[in-house]
C-alpha cells in the first residue's frame, strides 16, 4: 500500500509563486507515474500535470509554461512549482500514483492512490 501526503498549499497573491510536494511512504515510488489533480466544489478533478517513472512530463494547456511537475526518487517526493498563479487556479490539488508507470493517464479512474489534497488559494 502507497500513503501519500501533500504539503505545501496555502494563500498566494495572483502573480504569486508556490511549491507543493508530495511524500510516498510504502510501495515502490520510483516505478510509478506520480501526477498532481486539482478540484473546485462542483466540478470534477482534472489532471494538471504527470510524471513517468523516466521522467517524462506531460502538463495541461491550462497550466503550460508557468506550471512544472518534477520528481525526487531518493526523497520519494513529487513536486509542483507554480508560478505566475491566477485566481482560476484556486482548488484542492492532490496527489495521485499510476503503477503503470510508463503512462501519462489523464483520467482519475487510472490512478491507483490518492492523497488527501492541500488547499490553494489565489487572490486577485
Known amino acids: 500500500q502507497v500513503q501519500l501526503v501533500e504539503s505545501g498549499g496555502g494563500l498566494v497573491q495572483a502573480g504569486g509563486s508556490l511549491r507543493i510536494s508530495c511524500a510516498a511512504s510504502g510501495g515502490t515510488f520510483g516505478s510509478y507515474a506520480m501526477a498532481w489533480f486539482r478540484q473546485v466544489p462542483g466540478k470534477e478533478r482534472e489532471l494538471v500535470a504527470v510524471?513517468?517513472?523516466?521522467?517524462?512530463?506531460n502538463h495541461a494547456v491550462s497550466v503550460k509554461g508557468r506550471f512544472t511537475i518534477s520528481r525526487d526518487n531518493a526523497k520519494r517526493t513529487v513536486f509542483l512549482q507554480m508560478n505566475s498563479l491566477k485566481p482560476e487556479d484556486t482548488a484542492v490539488y492532490y496527489c495521485?500514483?499510476?503503477?503503470?508507470?510508463?503512462?501519462?493517464?489523464?483520467?482519475?479512474?487510472?490512478?491507483?492512490?490518492w492523497g488527501q489534497g492541500t488547499q490553494v488559494t489565489v487572490s486577485s
Open positions: 510524471i513517468t517513472s523516466a521522467g517524462s512530463t
Open positions: 495521485a500514483a499510476d503503477r503503470a508507470g510508463w503512462a501519462t493517464h489523464t483520467r482519475t479512474i487510472d490512478y491507483d492512490f
